[in-house]
């Protein structure tokens, strides 16, 4: 990457997904062309990535565009340009199926159609036979350009899913989106000796018995340890090639919260960045990659937020998670496998491996032993986004709610509110709540309280394991530690009895901070706390 001096005014290609833009206005770019030197020299010649939403998969895809049209001199500086010695020119043909939506029928062939229509017309074909023969228009394509160039032909698919993902909840037009999509896709294997190099990207692994049903040798980088850094922007590359970029936010943070008494220092920049953006890992080596729009964004506009959640919520995959009985605090610490991850999405029952596909989990650990990976929040930026979305859900129609929640719990941890004030004013929350989402079980109120806290930026764990139990909910503040057990058509006595029973203190025996059972009980009848909850400190 060029040095800080040879960037033009530290520009940020926020949004940009063209390799040759960002490059011709020597905007910030990190290098990723060791990826691309590797691949194309790699014996195999297909090539499947997924990564989640906002993670450089179209500025990659495009990187191999400009590489494989033999564009040398975008490449100056950067790790490809002197390691590559033929700088040969293909011709490329790229599909984007991200162009458009694909709600309905006559919009799936509108957009299929415009996409092929812009290679028919880039290599002179004029004449077609059958507009929704998409096989036959693609198999024209190759062959054209092949005929025109005498080269190989390089097949770029970006968000090769896109179609399947929008109709994900209309089976019906699902199953007539994936033959027309399977249709269009099978000339990558009939037409295998024009090609040169076929990659396809998206965020979702569709079964290959489905949508590549042909396409049996493809190599899935997805999980490769070689390509882990291939898209987003790795701990080593944050701290090298960005060093500039976190010294300018560094400076323009603090001479924005300057009025606060709030100064950075560049490792303590470092570790908020990390704690915000990092987090995800895609093999088994656990290597660091932060998602690079939310990096870029905080870099461009000089402030840390949550930028990458701002861009879509699962609603859809939440409806999902609350028909399979699991909520938030199960998520983190989820043990699964790899024929899990691999399990056709084409109906989703199962929302593990869309979580995870479309970057709301990521891998935390991996047991050799069991071959089995763990998962959880990649850091606070999904981790407070999902929450938030996930009270959304439950209360769509108090939003304004959460607002003054978030006001009410800064009271409450800077002292202006005592605990019996917070929980009164919880009281008064679960009041409000829709009966339509009312469901009668301690989990369901467990989830929305947890969802709440998280949604603010509380210090709050659920399910805490401990020698003898697994305790509700405990929450961290700066001068205590709460360890809330709930009931449902109880008492808040049973549940004092039960924190003191259980010894769930024990699990904060290294803490040097007092520590409080909380009793809370949800009456049945008003759908909320009764009024008698029980506080006791224990240590």
């Known amino acids: 990457m060029e040095t800080r ?63 494989f049209e033999g564009r040398k001199e975008l490449f100056e500086g950067l790790f490809i340009y002197d390691k590559e010695k033929e700088w040969k020119k293909y011709p490329v043909v790229r599909l984007d199926l991200s162009r458009g939506k694909y709600y309905e029928e006559s919009v799936v062939h509108g957009n299929l159609n415009s996409i092929l229509n812009d290679h028919e017309q880039r290599w002179g074909i004029t004449e077609i036979e059958e507009k929704y023969n998409y096989n036959a228009r693609l198999t024209n394509i190759i062959q054209a350009a092949y005929r025109q ?109 300057a009025r606060w008494n709030i100064h950075y220092t560049y490792d303590e920049m470092v570790a908020k960045l990390k704690y915000w953006y990092d987090g995800y890992h ?120 959460q607002n003054k929640f978030s006001a009410v719990y800064r009271q409450f941890t800077q002292g202006e509110l005592s605990l019996d004030e917070f929980l009164t004013y919880l009281q008064q929350f679960f009041s409000l709540m829709p009966y339509s989402i009312s469901n009668k079980n301690e989990k369901h109120y467990q989830s929305i309280l947890y969802a709440l806290l998280a949604s603010v930026g509380a210090d709050v764990s659920a399910e805490v394991q401990t020698a003898a139990a697994r305790m509700d909910i405990a929450l961290k503040l700066k001068d205590a530690i709460y360890v809330l057990e709930l009931k449902y058509n109880h008492t808040a006595e049973k549940a004092i009895k039960q924190i003191k029973r259980k010894r769930y203190a024990d699990a904060f025996l290294t803490d040097g901070r007092p520590v409080w059972a909380v009793g809370l009980n949800f009456n049945p009848t008003t759908r909320t706390l009764d009024d008698d909850w029980q506080v006791e400190q224990l240590r």
């Open 5 to 67: 001096e040879k960037r033009t005014g530290m520009e940020y290609a926020v949004g940009v997904q063209e390799f040759d833009w960002i490059r011709e206005r020597s905007a910030v770019y990190v290098d990723k062309t060791a990826y691309v030197y590797r691949m194309a020299n790699n014996p195999a010649k297909y090539f499947f990535l997924s990564r989640p939403r906002r993670f450089g998969k179209s500025l990659l895809v495009d990187t191999l565009r400009c590489y």
């Open 149 to 257: 160039t005498g080269e190989r032909v390089v097949i770029l698919i970006d968000e090769y899913d896109a179609p399947m993902l929008d109709s994900i909840h209309k089976p019906e037009l699902q199953d007539y989106i994936r033959e027309r999509v399977r249709a269009l896709f099978s000339p990558l294997k009939e037409q295998a000796q024009y090609l040169r190099f076929v990659f396809l990207t998206g965020i979702s692994k569709f079964s290959q018995l489905s949508v590549f049903s042909e396409l049996n040798n493809l190599q899935q980088i997805t999980f490769d340890s070689a390509y882990e850094g291939i898209c987003g922007i790795t701990e080593d590359e944050l701290l090298t090639q960005m060093q500039p970029d976190i010294e300018s936010l560094c400076e323009r943070m603090n001479k924005r919260y």
């Open 282 to 401: 895609f093999s088994k080596n656990m290597t660091d990659v932060y998602c690079p729009w939310s990096l870029v964004n905080a870099f461009a506009l000089g402030d840390i937020e949550n930028f990458w959640f701002s861009t879509g919520t699962p609603t859809s995959l939440i409806n999902i998670l609350r028909t399979r009985d699991i909520d938030m605090p199960e998520l983190e610490g989820f043990k699964t496998t790899m024929e899990q991850f691999n399990a056709p999405t084409e109906r989703i029952n199962d929302p593990i491996p869309v979580l995870f596909q479309s970057g709301y989990l990521t891998l935390k650990d991996y047991n050799g032993l069991t071959q089995e990976w763990t998962l959880g929040f990649p850091n606070e930026e999904v981790y407070r986004g999902f929450a938030r979305c996930l009270y959304l859900y439950y209360c769509e129609d108090y939003v304004n709610s």
